[in-house]
């Protein structure tokens, strides 16, 4: 019988806590698409605040906010915007930028710290001469953290690189924060400093800050007013979104304190599963709550094996491939549930039976 449930799929799997249930019971709210919820207003006001921007705007997901803001500099069909090949917006938003808003894709590879190379960007910037031929280059897009290389941070030296990069073209560069309160966290560089370079970003609420819905996306009035008329052409104007803004609230007041302690539990998660024979993964890789470890060859165990084996013990993960194992920390995560995961992984690897005490 499972006795717990150790939810390491994704930080967005947390619950609202008690005191964002309440503020929600108690939101003041009003249209939104009318531009009167206080809650709203009072949510966008402290983010633009936060990441030094003119304005911002609530949205009902990441996906949406990065879709707008590419929309909103990218204003033209046919334009085309550099991003890196394994970023989100590249993979993970069903290819909305040109599906939905005519924008091409030109992916340029990430290293393994989430970078693109400064040049390999440059080079892939078209020769305006080519516009007959080539799409006509409009944006550069960053992602910090930088998820699919394990969480790791965008320096502010980088980002302001590209951010020059951008201005020498007469570019536009947008950022993906999804998890920027991460990178604040581990670089100890505020998130207004981490975004100054570009002309938007967008911040998740749902993942590692707890929120159940939204993120905002933030930049100057001009581009904002722009991004309000996109979200409700895409259906995300919504009504007394106070409610959900309420949460939102409470998500920056409360959680991301707690952002430090994520990290912390994941590289202790990473030290016990470098102990565990069969497994393989860099400690020093793990800069936020994002890991990814191996299975090595000849261990008699793949990775859908593995996540039954633990699904067994109410332990919940995500793979990559048939070898490579994504975790994922979050405040919901206890120190005890960290040990817990250890024990498991490490029975399981061993093959011993359950009662054999996983």
Do not use: W
Request: net charge neutral.
């Amino acid at each position: 019988m499972v006795i717990r449930t150790v939810d390491l799929r994704s930080d967005t799997v947390t619950l609202p806590t008690k005191t964002m249930r309440a503020a929600m019971a108690g939101a003041e709210v009003d249209d939104d698409v009318l531009g009167f919820d206080p809650t709203a207003s009072c949510l966008e006001a402290e983010m633009a605040k936060i990441t030094g921007k003119e304005a911002a705007l609530f949205v009902p997901s990441g996906t949406m906010g990065n879709l707008i803001s590419v929309l909103v500099h990218c204003d033209v069909r046919g334009s085309e915007a550099i991003l890196g090949d394994k970023c989100h917006i590249h993979l993970y938003e069903n290819g909305g930028i040109a599906t939905i808003g005519g924008v091409h894709p030109r992916p340029v590879k990430n290293n393994e710290d989430g970078t693109m190379d400064i040049g390999l960007v440059e080079a892939a910037i078209r020769d305006p001469q080519g516009e007959q031929f080539y799409p006509t280059t409009r944006l550069i897009c960053l992602e910090n953290t930088h998820a699919n290389s394990g969480g790791k941070c965008l320096s502010v030296e980088y980002t302001d690189r590209v951010g020059e990069l951008a201005k020498k073209y007469g570019l536009k560069l947008h950022i993906d924060g999804a998890r920027i309160f991460n990178a604040e966290t581990a670089l100890g560089v505020p998130v207004g400093r981490l975004v100054r370079a570009a002309d938007s970003a967008s911040v998740c609420l749902s993942k590692g800050l707890g929120a159940p819905v939204g993120s905002v996306i933030v930049g100057s009035a001009r581009f904002i007013a722009k991004a309000r008329v996109l979200r409700k052409t895409l259906g995300g104007g919504m009504r007394q979104i106070g409610i959900l803004c309420a949460a939102g609230l409470i998500a920056l007041q409360e959680n991301v304190g707690k952002l430090e302690q994520d990290h912390r539990k994941a590289k202790a998660l990473a030290e016990g599963i470098a102990q565990i024979k069969g497994l393989k993964i860099d400690v020093a890789s793990v800069e936020t709550n994002i890991m990814y470890f191996d299975i090595e060859e000849g261990s008699n165990m793949t990775a859908l094996k593995l996540r039954k084996k633990l699904e067994e013990h109410g332990i919940l993960i995500m793979f990559d491939n048939s070898s490579r194992v994504r975790l994922v920390m979050h405040h919901q995560i206890s120190e005890g549930d960290v040990q817990y995961t250890i024990s498991c992984l490490k029975n399981a690897m061993a093959g011993l039976p359950e009662e054999n005490g996983i």
